[in-house]
């Protein structure tokens, strides 16, 4: 039975492979002969392949579910005593399960796109679907001819190897599948983008697509990064956050130029201008989703992530190479649908921090990229091996960063067509003011551990957290006096009537406050190591934690957890007692750290279990003390939410509300 | 009095930073173990590796600096012993590995050049298709700019 129900997903997939073969095919003859009977049934093929990979995603999560260890995958990535929850996440844990949860994201986006997609673009949706259809066929060729989470065995082992215990945690339920979301979504505006060429359309509806779609997958990435970002924290047992492995960095790469985009796109809505530059985004930003999987399957690099060496890293080579020449085949082929209209007035202008800012962001971009593939330059170049990690990133980086911050200030209040020394005198006198006080402030403060690249942080953050003060009290004011209205409806209305200009201001805030977070909890950490008997005591930064004994427990699918009891208090208050353990699982050659973290607002506690003998009675901890590790958190939280509310429909009643709201502000002004 | 208010607030900043550049030992310790990879195979610096092999680099590292060695010695050290891949960033006296320092500052400074250059160049189109139609100097709001104005009044209100 469940062997069938194996070659029942393989068949699946086959027929998904087919129909997608077919799909793309009478979409591409279907537009060149204008036959719209061959497009609806191409259409058609679209939900047919959906739901056939769906079934297939369907058939996996069952065979995972029970244990069916004929089936490879099963049985590399569960056991018997693994938790029902993790066997739901060991679909993704494996190569072939996480490039069947790829064409399971992409195939439900083509769906969303080809079935959902009203009002204006309609026409550029069959060459959209063909795009991402074409895009779903190597997907689907790889999971069908190359790598199948269908294969089987020709026994069937009693139990399986269990899932990496690293992988056991509430996180991976969640930052894979938004990482996906986010990382496969960027197909979507690059197939909008493309097909708005192949139609010579460069105008308003584009940009009003490729801008949704960008914002909805650059949230979802955003969210995936933040997540997984926890899951090394609570997981990874070092005490940090990020650690600029080559799987990170894909992710981070393509959100970048994705908040490039978004930003520059403003450029071309406002001006007209800088259409190359946002198609070249657009395709740069998918570009680099493609190159990160194949970072990430080639295995040519060393990272926690990675699924291990393996051939397919050249298939996604020769389809970077493929979908890159294409791309700039189409851009040139139709470089005078995007001939722009000229508009800079001044060099002092929003339109140039927006080109700031830009450049910056593909900087940046283009920093990590170049620091992710030295390696790889290196030996090939030189014959040596050599490592990037953190030191580079973090010497590199953060001077672009701090510019970005400074910049998050000025672009949403500098004039757009041509400032003057006035405009920037009534827009940032009193942000700088405020900055250059805290500043002073902190530097008073902190006198005996100042650090240079903390302050100009907390300044610049200080800074933005100003200005985008200053001009929400400022249009509530002019609000108020306009319509007459009170605080708080004026506060409501200002804000959902501009849900992009107050969304991006969340956004902006939620950043800084993360920035805010990154600082402290990466220049102001302590850490301390010490072995310690029953009843003694370790001090760290103000906290005294007790240790009062350990507990071994038996807790499935780890054969023994091994948990010691550390009482925390912080200036003789008693604050909790946090149980950082090591298990042992019998798919790990050595026991797995679980972190213990007592969290506050101002500072994490992070407790490691580092070793013990219970005969001697003594543990050794290894004891971080983070500051600030919660606002990364929070603006992380805040970061979305502005982008769910800048993306939120508007509503009729709303529109309505702004005619009458019209004619009020007409009649008093 | 703004002036002098500014000037008070910049010399708070500055005397407080300057002192901060005396390194004690313990902070040179950290700083080497933020530079060398823990070659236990997390692919993790030291200073965040909490493995047994990372405690022995660390009491190393400690025993090495109370020896009188500096931050170089020690990091050359473990160049000689464990090959390139242990330090955690390419080395920049290889004359090769500057270039992944630069390139980075050099891809932006040429962006920032591309930018300038591009902007000077729309800014004189602009002007000279302005003086072209003989448009006023200053304070013009033409058409276009009157209806977006309207359009955004709209939006707010």
């Known amino acids: 039975m469940d062997v069938n129900m194996a070659q029942l997903g393989s068949i699946t997939l086959f027929l998904a492979f087919f129909t997608t073969l077919y799909v793309v095919f009478a979409y591409v003859v279907g537009i060149a002969t204008r036959n719209v009977r061959l497009v609806a049934s191409a259409r058609g093929g679209v939900g047919g392949v959906a739901l056939l990979v769906s079934l297939a995603s369907a058939v996996l999560v069952y065979l995972l579910l029970v244990g069916d260890f004929k089936v490879l995958y099963v049985a590399q990535y569960t056991n018997r005593a693994l938790p029902t929850l993790y066997k739901v996440s060991a679909f993704w844990a494996g190569q072939a399960g996480s490039l069947l949860l790829w064409a399971l994201v992409l195939f439900l986006y083509a769906f969303v796109v080809a079935y959902f997609h009203r009002g204006e673009g309609r026409d550029m949706v069959p060459y959209a679907s063909a795009i991402l259809m074409f895009i779903g066929l190597f997907f689907l060729y790889l999971l069908t001819f190359v790598s199948s989470p269908f294969e089987t065995l020709d026994f069937t082992p009693a139990d399986g190897q269990g899932l990496n215990p690293l992988l056991q945690n509430p996180g991976m339920l969640i930052h894979p599948v938004t990482t996906y979301l986010g990382y496969v979504g960027f197909a979507v505006p690059f197939a909008f983008a493309v097909s708005a060429l192949l139609l010579r359309k460069s105008g308003v509806i584009w940009i009003k697509l490729t801008r949704r779609w960008t914002l909805i997958t650059w949230m979802f990435l955003s969210i995936g990064i933040i997540y997984g970002a926890q899951w090394a924290y609570v997981e990874l047992g070092w005490g940090g956050y990020w650690a600029w492995d080559p799987v990170e960095n894909a992710s981070l790469m393509p959100w970048l130029t994705g908040t490039a985009f978004l930003h520059s796109v403003m450029i071309q809505e406002k001006k007209g201008m800088l259409k190359v530059w946002n198609v070249s985004l657009v395709m740069m930003t998918f570009l680099l989703t493609i190159f990160g999987t194949f970072l990430t399957r080639s295995g040519i690099l060393s990272s926690v992530h990675a699924f291990g060496e393996s051939t397919l890293g050249m298939y996604f080579l020769g389809f970077l190479a493929l979908m890159t020449l294409g791309s700039l085949y189409v851009l040139f082929n139709r470089m005078e649908v995007l001939a722009q209209e000229n508009e800079f007035e001044s060099a002092l202008s929003k339109e140039s921090s927006f080109l700031l800012n830009n450049l910056l962001l593909v900087g940046a971009a283009f920093a990590v990229f170049w620091g992710t593939v030295f390696p790889l330059i290196s030996e090939t170049l030189r014959g040596v091996e050599v490592t990037v990690s953190a030191p580079f990133f973090n010497r590199v980086l953060v001077p672009i960063g701090i510019l970005l911050v400074v910049l998050t200030g000025i672009c949403p209040l500098i004039a757009w067509r041509r400032s003057s020394f006035e405009n920037l005198r009534r827009n940032f006198l009193y942000p700088l003011g405020v900055m250059l006080v805290v500043m002073a402030g902190l530097a008073f403060y902190l006198r005996d551990n100042l650090n240079l690249g903390a302050l100009l942080a907390y300044g610049s953050s200080t800074f933005v957290i100003a200005t985008i003060v200053l001009d929400v009290l400022r249009a509530l004011r002019v609000r108020q006096r306009v319509t007459g209205e009170g605080l708080v409806v004026a506060l409501f209305r200002m804000l959902t009537r501009n849900r992009r200009r107050y969304g991006g201001y969340l956004v902006h805030l939620g950043v800084v406050i993360m920035i805010i977070g990154i600082a402290g909890s990466s220049i102001y950490d302590v850490e301390v190591t010490k072995t310690v008997r029953v009843g003694e005591v370790i001090e760290i930064q103000g906290y005294t934690l007790e240790y009062t004994g350990i507990d071994l427990e038996q807790r499935p699918p780890a054969l023994q957890n091994v948990v010691a009891n550390v009482v925390v208090f912080k200036d003789g208050q008693r604050l909790g007692i946090v149980r950082p353990e090591k298990a042992f699982h019998p798919n790990s050659e050595g026991p797995v750290t679980e972190v213990a973290i007592l969290s506050s607002l101002a500072h994490d506690v992070y407790v490691i279990l580092a070793g013990w003998d219970l005969d001697r009675g003594v543990a050794t901890f290894k004891v971080k003390v983070n500051p600030l590790v919660a606002w990364l958190w929070f603006g992380a939280y805040l970061l979305v939410a502005g982008t769910v509310f800048a993306v939120w429909p508007e509503g009729r009643r709303l529109a309505a509300d702004r005619e009458v709201n019209l004619a009020i502000g007409r009649g008093s002004g | ?157």
């Open chain 2, 1 to 157: 009095m703004r002036g002098s208010a500014l000037f008070i607030v910049v010399a708070i900043i500055l005397a407080a930073v300057s002192p901060v550049l005396a390194a004690d030992l313990e902070t040179i310790a950290r700083d080497i173990e933020s530079s060398l990879i823990c070659y236990c195979g997390c692919t993790m610096v030291v200073a965040s590796c909490s493995c047994g092999t990372a405690e022995q680099i660390r009491a190393d590292i400690r025993q090495r600096l109370a020896a009188g060695e500096d931050r170089d010695d020690i990091l050359a050290a473990y160049v000689a012993q464990y090959g390139d891949t242990v330090l955690a960033y390419p080395d920049p006296a290889v004359p090769f590995n500057l270039t992944a320092w630069v390139m980075p500052f050099l891809g932006v400074a040429a962006g920032g050049t591309l930018i300038f250059f591009l902007v000077r160049a729309w800014v004189r189109n602009y002007r000279d298709r302005r003086d072209e139609a003989g448009e006023a100097e200053e304070g013009m709001f033409d058409d276009k700019y009157r209806r977006r104005a309207e359009e955004e009044w709209k939006d707010y209100f």
